[in-house]
């Protein structure tokens, strides 16, 4: 797995290490920052570790997020490496409202152009419209919302799916999840 590090003006971006663990806990237990992620907060250091193993080792495009001063992970971002290139992220919240998301999101979306992905998609729940309003300043498109029974965490989401075609098909929209459930709609009033 190659070892990409991008630099932003105030970020470094890199892959997770074995010594992230405590980074990892402090953003993933936090029940705030983890409310909207599709996973329940983990407990301790040792579940910590299992996330890493599981999730963040590895993956082609996920990515420490972390400041230049120290270097330590206050946040990730991903892209799927699947046909929906979904793309999703978090932040400690002690860093939000500085425009660490969209700035990290800018980066790294540049890296999955040049590697020749064709569009990227994400989601958001209604009820975090914020994470939609970073979706718009990076350049994505809302297309459609539609409602999801949420796993593992079993209660009913209005996910809205926004989408960025990097390859010149502006028409283009992943449709996967329009297909996938039955209550499917588009709003006017984004």
């Not at 991903?78 to 500085?98: P, T």
């Not at 498109?141 to 539609?146: A, V």
């Not at 965490?153 to 992943?174: A, E, H, T, W």
Request: charged share 35%.
């Amino acid at each position: 797995m190659d070892n990409i590090r991008i630099e932003t003006d105030r970020l470094i971006l890199r892959r997770f290490e074995e010594d992230d663990i405590e980074a990892i806990y402090l953003l993933f237990s936090d029940d705030e920052v983890n409310a909207f992620l599709p996973w329940y907060p983990v407990k301790d250091r040792n579940e910590a570790r299992d996330f890493f193993e599981k999730r963040l080792k590895g993956g082609k495009y996920c990515f420490a997020i972390c400041r230049k001063e120290d270097d330590f992970p206050v946040g990730y971002i991903h892209a799927e490496e699947d046909d929906s290139h979904d793309f999703g992220y978090a932040l400690r919240k002690e860093y939000w409202h500085q425009g660490i998301v969209s700035e990290a999101s800018s980066a790294v979306i540049e890296l999955l152009r040049e590697e020749g992905l064709p569009y990227i998609t994400a989601t958001h729940d209604r009820n975090n419209p914020r994470s939609g309003a970073v979706m718009k300043r990076i350049g994505m498109g809302y297309c459609y919302s539609y409602k999801e029974q949420w796993q593992p965490k079993n209660f009913p989401v209005i996910f809205r799916m926004y989408q960025l075609n990097f390859d010149g098909q502006k028409d283009r929209v992943y449709q996967k999840y329009w297909n996938l459930y039955d209550e499917h709609f588009v709003e006017t009033d984004i």
